[in-house]
């Protein structure tokens, strides 16, 4: 078993660890998403200022308080849990406008990625555990009000409607495991996002604007020709829900942990019917709320030149956590028995 895969003997949280994760995607999301759209809007008059503070005035109610009060843990939920709602209605703001569309490089321009003078200063975090949950929930509360003002305002000067909004905000919030299909489908495509994927995991992942749900780190294992992977969690059911949707019942259960740690090879296939060749060896990593892992399965032959939507489609739940190949057509190996 991948025992370095382990963090430490239990699997209780890495406060330090989360919060780190939070900051960093938050001032990512920030200076080189939301801020640099804004600017991009307000340049070329998709928006007005005048416009945005209106919307911002007309909020019906002030953001309600973020994480005052509860468990340390129930705090750190919350926070990942606004910042999923930050990083949604930030990609909701990229819907095609009325009057013009959004241009890669002009964005690039717009953060500062030609030219350091227009690159928005990051924040500070630091300090104690207790100030830096308060910092994170003053900055997502009032993040999620310019998010809520810049959207109301688009709205208000005909660039989009609320029915286009609400369709967005419903195909970036769907459940099940699209977005771990996504991510499978641009690293079989992008060699270098790959790369940054089983490097940094959680980071790479920006990229794709995926929310990242109550994620600490995120641990990749690709399979290749050598190795086969597969995860369970052990001590509970720790699973990446806003990557691979909800867990299936049997990764729940006690036979599929106990086999799977004791004879991984026997367990796939007795439970699974998933035949790993002996020339492979078969690496079980095991999750915890402070890293979850999903698996990187192979690309299956004869899809060259596939669209990645095409590809993300072969991409089953089953895939994501091992206990399944990816193929072309007919029945998948991997179901359960």
Not at 198 to 227: I, M, S
Not at 271 to 295: E, I, K, N, Q, Y
Not at 307 to 319: D, I, K, P, W, Y
Request: charge should be negative; hydrophobic fraction near 40%; aromatic fraction near 6%.
């Amino acid at each position: 078993m991948d025992t370095a895969a382990r963090v430490g003997d239990a699997h209780g949280h890495d406060v330090d660890g989360q919060l780190h994760a939070l900051e960093s995607d938050l001032e990512y999301f920030r200076t080189k998403r939301l801020e640099p759209r804004l600017l991009h809007f307000l340049r070329r008059g998709f928006l007005s200022f005048e416009g945005l503070l209106r919307a911002g005035a007309a909020r019906r109610a002030p953001a309600p308080p973020l994480a005052q009060g509860g468990t340390l843990e129930e705090r750190i939920r919350a926070l990942q849990d606004a910042l999923d709602a930050y990083v949604v209605g930030t990609a909701v703001l990229t819907l095609p406008l009325q009057s013009g569309s959004l241009v890669i490089d002009d964005m690039r321009r717009e953060r500062g990625d030609y030219d350091a003078f227009f690159r928005l200063a990051k924040r500070p975090h630091d300090g104690t555990v207790a100030e830096r949950i308060d910092r994170l929930a003053a900055e997502l509360a009032s993040g999620l009000a310019v998010v809520e003002a810049a959207t109301a305002a688009l709205v208000a000067a005909g660039e989009t409607d609320e029915e286009a909004v609400a369709a967005r905000h419903a195909e970036l919030t769907a459940r099940g495991h699209r977005n771990g299909a996504r991510i499978v489908a641009r690293a079989w495509v992008d060699p270098e996002f790959r790369r940054r994927l089983l490097e940094t995991g959680r980071e790479a992942l920006r990229e794709l604007d995926v929310p990242p749900g109550r994620l600490g780190r995120l641990g990749v294992a690709a399979n290749d020709e050598d190795r086969h992977h597969v995860v369970v969690c052990t001590l509970c059911s720790c699973y990446p829900h806003d990557l691979l949707g909800d867990p299936p019942w049997w990764y729940r259960s006690d036979e599929y942990k106990s086999r799977l740690v004791a004879e991984p090879r026997r367990a796939l296939h007795d439970l699974f019917g998933l035949d790993v060749p002996a020339a492979r060896t078969v690496r079980v990593h095991d999750s915890t709320s402070d890293v979850r892992w999903m698996v990187l399965p192979r690309r299956p032959a004869g899809t060259e030149g596939w669209s990645e939507e095409q590809l993300a489609g072969l991409v089953t739940a089953e895939s994501l956590v091992g206990v399944a190949e990816v193929t072309v057509g007919g029945a998948q190996d991997g179901a359960p028995a």
